[in-house]
């Protein structure tokens, strides 16, 4: 599905994580060095919100059991869960952070 880019938040708006609520999907847009990246706030394994995790190095570890996954891409790196989260295009233009949904 091609989906439709949606103004989510100016760039200055948040620090590190921000949850975005569209349509009862929540996803999360992660502020590293090199961009914004946004993934699916719900972890593969139990389902706890990723943008409440610890980021180190381009990686968020769940605020529940400690999976890590790839913020650029949602792959996971590390137990217990053992299936990626999805990853959504992200743009940001005149400031504002748009996500491909
Ligand atoms: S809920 Fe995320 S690692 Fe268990």
Redesign the pocket.
Known sequence: MPGKWIKVVELDGFQKTYKYVHRRKEVALFKLDDGVYALDNS?S????PLCEGMIVDGDVY?P????RFDVRTGAVKDY??TRPVASYPVKVEDGVVYVKI
């Open positions: 972890c394994h139990e389902y706890s769940c529940k059991h400690g999976s217990p869960a």
